[in-house]
């Protein structure tokens, strides 16, 4: 398959087009589950499947010692001839392959994973029909959207069609996602697929890179072999360890936490967890908005709710702020006026009055006069699909049903405006509308069971709704004014360098973390991992800073395995994307060190989850986005072909996945660690041999079907000899809908 050589010089960043010679960039692979009975071994080299290839290479990443690079990097165009054979045209990608390179002008030199480590990668093809915009993480918690994520921006692709695009091409997708195998197991893990099935994509034309080094370069030991640099005292590593400390991300002293109790109120029953004493239940209730001039008083009384309570009656001029140090009082609430006010970034201000007795709901909105603003009620992100209140430049108010990051739709008028007035330019408008929703889309109101009322706000550039310029979100809290709202401690929050921390760690049966009280979890007890990891920061003591003016420049290199598209019999097939985490959904979990008594041979620590096929399935169309693994109408499961493990070095010791209803060991990952110091074989860092399923003329077993109902069980093992940060226990998976 003869061809000419091109080179392309894009942005600084060099792709490159080579057919004259075909061979797999990284050498051969391994897969986990061969069919020992098949008559022939499976193979992973990608010259032996009818394939051309194309390189692409990353802007360059610079790095110096100590230092996390996890950013979104300027796209990079594929290459011209690439682009012109594809255009309106779909593409068959059957595999890649992923290095660290120095480029010189004596060609690539991969860089060994001792300088650099590759923590994990998340990169996107898109085409004519797709593109990648900037978005708030918030609104992306949920397909159909393929993300480049960084902890401080995140980057999605939104795929659409043309008029006049032809029909075949609708359940084509624009834009494909790679990421399998994806951290430091990324060089000698196989990312291809059995013959015939593929990530198809449509009239492609450019690479999207979010990946996030670190850099564990000693500078001042040329190797081969591994001597770390200083480290922190926050490292874990032991003396003489294979691998930096570096890369476990460790909270070092140049982190600034700031932790801090939050307070809710409660209209109905009692707190879970109480205000222990005076002097905490009167700044929790500052801290929920009760006016400033209460009056507080600590008592013990048997006809008021036990701990922090608000008091109040439409009467009172001033509320009053209760401690009850009686164990035995009354429940909360008991009435039916509440009130309740908050802001979102000192633009735009809510107001609610609620009267459950007459059903009526008066709602004052605050906020900049000549443009639009508005409101989006009971949701902390667009994702939440709230109901919203928006009041344009001039006044007029409509009311509509969110979409995620999309303005939804419209729909009909339950409010009436009671007053409209602007004062030094900022708008009050008073509106009046039932408690209950008129249709299922019209937010109800239910202060005895929701009185902590989160909401969102955004402002415009100009007066009619459009994209918002600001936006925001806040918790209303509604106080009872005719009973006792119950003030309740609801748990620790914090930031971590001003950032702040959120956790999603579920309790069985779905994951361990919750049970285990895994330190990942809380911000009080966070101590390393991807928190302590952002771009830029260094990963060392404040009093450590050598090698400051020495960087090391490099490219992530990537090699895409291509065919042209066959729709006809024996056609390509597509294969969905689908997902899990073993620490749901924490994304990370530290390793503890072993008991004392632990002999070294068990040291072994363990995490599991339980959940079902269709929970990792998103039904929307597969043309639309890459997570979509389309509808369900017709379908009763699914064909699992390939099956990626994600964890890391130097502690991971087994992952597995077991059908759970007939206890069959679908894939199981040991990991093949290195014991040298050539490149692909570091000492102590690994390679992860994916599962596949395909055909025994290929040497493999038939595909595994799974139905929608199936039960599934990961079980995540590490050593834990030592302690360690930040581990993953990640399924990347592909198969088919049948």
């Given at each position: ?11 600084g960043?060099v792709s490159?087009v ?13 897969i986990a589950?061969p ?10 080299d990608?010259?032996?499947?009818n394939?051309?290839y194309f390189?692409?290479?990353?802007p ?7 230092e ?14 690439i ?25 690539d030199v ?13 990169t ?7 593109k ?12 159909p959207?393929?993300t ?7 980057f999605v ?11 075949e091409?609708a ?18 893990s ?5 013959t ?20 564990t ?5 040329p190797g081969p072999?591994?001597v ?23 909270c070092?002293?140049r ?5 801090h ?9 009692g ?9 905490e ?6 801290s ?32 009053k ?12 609430g ?17 107001q ?26 009971n ?6 699909l ?25 729909i ?5 405006i009671l ?8 708008r ?5 509308r ?6 299922a ?15 969102i ?7 009619a ?13 509604l106080?009872?004014l ?5 003030v309740c ?11 702040p ?6 309790d ?5 973390l ?8 809380w911000v ?9 990891c ?12 050598p090698?400051?003016?020495q960087t ?12 042209e598209?066959?729709?006809?019999e024996?056609?390509h ?52 986005a890459?997570d ?20 890391h070095?130097p502690?991971?010791?087994?992952m ?66 030592y302690?360690?940060y ?10 088919v809908?049948?």
């Amino acid at each position: 398959m003869a061809a000419v050589s091109v080179f392309f010089l894009l942005a600084g960043v060099v792709s490159i087009v080579r057919t004259a010679e075909l061979r797999n960039m990284n050498g051969l692979y391994e897969i986990a589950n061969p069919n020992h009975c098949a008559g022939s071994a499976f193979s992973t080299d990608f010259s032996e499947k009818n394939a051309e290839y194309f390189d692409v290479y990353s802007p360059p990443i610079t790095t110096r010692y100590g230092e996390v690079f996890w950013t979104y990097l300027p796209p990079v165009s594929l290459p011209d001839d690439i682009v012109k054979r594809f255009a309106n045209k779909t593409m068959a990608i059957i595999g890649t392959e992923v290095d660290q390179v120095f480029v010189t002008k004596d060609g690539d030199v991969s860089v060994p994973i001792t300088w650099a480590y590759n923590h994990h990668y998340v990169t996107t093809m898109t085409g004519s029909r797709s593109k990648v915009v900037r978005a708030d993480p918030k609104d992306y918690l949920n397909p159909p959207y393929s993300t480049l994520y960084t902890h401080t921006d995140t980057f999605v692709s939104e795929d659409f069609v043309e008029e006049g695009d032809p029909p075949e091409i609708a359940d084509i997708p624009k834009s494909q996602h790679f990421m399998e195998n994806n951290g430091g197991e990324f060089r000698k893990s196989f990312h291809g697929y059995p013959t015939g099935y593929i990530q198809a994509i449509y009239s492609p034309d450019t690479f999207h890179y979010s990946v996030m080094q670190i850099d564990t370069h000693n500078r001042d030991h040329p190797g081969p072999d591994f001597v770390a640099g200083p480290l922190p005292k926050a490292s874990q590593a032991p003396p003489n360890a294979s691998y930096s400390g570096l890369l476990e991300c460790p909270c070092t002293d140049r982190i600034k936490k700031d932790i801090h109790t939050v307070y809710s109120v409660l209209t109905k029953g009692g707190c879970e967890i109480a205000v222990q004493n005076a002097s905490e239940c009167f700044a929790a209730a500052r801290s929920i908005g009760t006016p400033a001039n209460a009056t507080t008083q600590a008592v013990s009384d048997k006809s008021l709710p036990s701990g922090c309570s608000v008091v109040r009656s439409p009467e009172d001029v001033v509320a009053k702020v209760m401690f009850n140090a009686e164990t035995h009082g009354t429940s909360c609430g008991g009435g039916s006026l509440y009130t309740g006010q908050a802001s979102v970034l000192n633009k735009v201000t809510m107001q609610l009055d609620l009267n459950s007795h007459s059903n009526e709901a008066k709602i004052t909105l605050t906020g900049p006069d000549g443009v639009w603003f508005g409101v989006g009620i009971n949701a902390q992100a667009m994702s939440d699909l709230p109901y919203a209140i928006i009041v344009n430049g001039s006044g007029e108010v409509m009311e509509r049903k969110l979409a995620d990051h999309d303005p939804g739709k419209q729909i009909a008028t339950s409010v009436t405006i009671l007053s409209n007035t602007v004062v030094k330019g900022v708008r009050t408008i008073v509106l009046n509308r039932t408690m209950k929703g008129v249709t299922a889309d019209h937010y109800t109101f239910s202060p005895a069971v929701e009185s902590s009322l989160p909401f969102i706000s955004a402002v415009g550039s100009g007066p009619a709704f459009a994209y918002h310029k600001f936006k925001g979100a806040a918790t209303l809290s509604l106080t009872a004014l005719d009973g006792a709202t119950c003030v309740c401690n609801a748990g620790i929050q914090g930031s971590i360098n001003g950032i702040p921390f959120h956790k999603d760690c579920w309790d069985e049966p779905k994951g361990d973390l919750v049970r285990q009280k895994n330190p990942t979890c809380w911000v009080d007890t966070y101590v390393g991992g991807l928190r302590c990891c952002h771009h830029g920061w260094i990963l060392l003591d404040q009093d450590q800073n050598p090698w400051e003016n020495q960087t090391d420049e490099y490219h992530m290199k990537f090699r895409f395995w291509f065919q042209e598209y066959n729709p006809e019999e024996p056609k390509h097939e597509n294969l969905v994307r689908i997902f899990w985490e073993t620490e749901v959904w924490s994304t990370e979990y530290d390793i503890p060190i072993k008991q004392p008594d632990v002999m070294p041979e068990d040291a072994l620590h363990e995490i599991q989850s339980h959940w079902k096929v269709g929970d990792m399935l998103h039904d929307c169309d597969p043309g639309s986005a890459f997570d979509c693994t389309g509808p369900r109408t017709n379908k009763t499961g699914i064909n699992l072909i390939y099956a990626g493990g994600h964890c890391h070095a130097p502690s991971c010791y087994t992952m597995e996945l077991w059908n759970a209803d007939n206890g069959q060991l679908l894939c199981r990952h040991d990991p093949i660690y290195g014991n040298g110091t050539e490149i692909f074989n570091e000492d102590g860092y690994l390679a992860l041999p994916p599962c596949l399923w395909g055909s025994k003329e290929e040497g493999l077993t038939e595909p595994i079907f799974l139905s929608f109902d199936t039960n599934l069980m990961s079980i995540k093992r590490n050593n834990n000899t030592y302690g360690h940060y930040g581990d993953m226990a990640l399924w990347q998976m592909r198969g088919v809908l049948v």
